[in-house]
T-cell receptor, first 116, second 112 residues
Framework: NAGVTQTPKFRILKIGQSMTLQCAQDMNHNYMYWYRQDPGMGLKLIYYSVGAGITDKGEVPNGYNVSRSTTEYFPLRLELAAPSQTSVYFC???????????????FGPGTRLLVL | GIQVEQSPPDLILQEGANSTLRCNFSDSVNNLQWFHQNPWGQLINLFYIPSGTKQNGRLSATTVATERYSLLYISSSQTTDSGVYFCAVGYNNNNAGNMLTFGGGTRLMVKP
């Protein structure tokens, strides 16, 4: 299994441009998450999905959109990029909750985004 | 929402020293995880420990859920332990899975 993969690894955007950060997982996990990590800070949840076709906002959703048409893919869309969106973006997934099991989140390697 | 505070924010150790990192959280949780973020940015899960004590080699963790804190112990530190240690908590439910709230991290540097 490749686990959670993210593309691109690094991107520079100009203010006002848009882009899509790609995330894929091959573990058949139903739960998927997008976090951002600002320099020197912890991770904050942007959006999450509990399954194909179902998404919801996290703590910092403004300026982003997501979609989840299949179990495997969970892309994050930035419209009208702003300098405040300069950050490292992590995608994560986790399996269904099962009584008695300890389900951790599996993280991708991150996408480093610089908006100038 | 739930608040997660980690201390100390920064820690410098000499190789071979021991250390204790603390995580305080503001509400009941049934999910607590410790992560290590290496200098290349990769997040590695260390422990899933909503309560009790676990050990893995030189690392161990204890969570006292009733008092809303968790401790991560690093013994005989090595330079490869350098990086940022995050505590993350949540309340597992079918509506959001095991969605996590992260603390601000403890930045550890181990000097040779």
């Amino acid at each position: 299994n490749a686990g959670v993969t993210q593309t691109p690894k690094f991107r520079i955007l100009k203010i006002g441009q848009s882009m899509t950060l790609q995330c894929a997982q091959d573990m058949n996990h139903n739960y998927m998450y997008w976090y951002r990590q600002d320099p020197g800070m912890g991770l904050k949840l942007i959006y999450y999905s509990v399954g194909a076709g179902i998404t919801d906002k996290g703590e910092v959703p403004n300026g982003y959109n997501v979609s989840r048409s299949t179990t495997e893919y969970f892309p994050l869309r930035l419209e009208l990029a702003a300098p405040s969106q300069t950050s490292v973006y992590f995608c994560a997934s986790s399996p269904p909750l099962r009584t008695g099991y300890q389900e951790t989140q599996y993280f991708g390697p991150g996408t480093r985004l610089l908006v100038l | 929402g739930i608040q997660v505070e980690q201390s100390p924010p920064d820690l410098i150790l000499q190789e071979g020293a021991n250390s204790t990192l603390r995580c305080n959280f503001s509400d009941s949780v049934n999910n607590l995880q410790w992560f290590h973020q290496n200098p290349w940015g990769q997040l590695i899960n260390l422990f899933y420990i909503p309560s009790g004590t676990k050990q893995n080699g030189r690392l161990s963790a204890t969570t006292v859920a009733t008092e809303r804190y968790s401790l991560l112990y690093i013994s005989s530190s090595q330079t490869t332990d350098s990086g940022v240690y995050f505590c993350a908590v949540g309340y597992n439910n079918n509506n959001a899975g095991n969605m996590l709230t992260f603390g601000g991290g403890t930045r550890l540097m181990v000097k040779p």
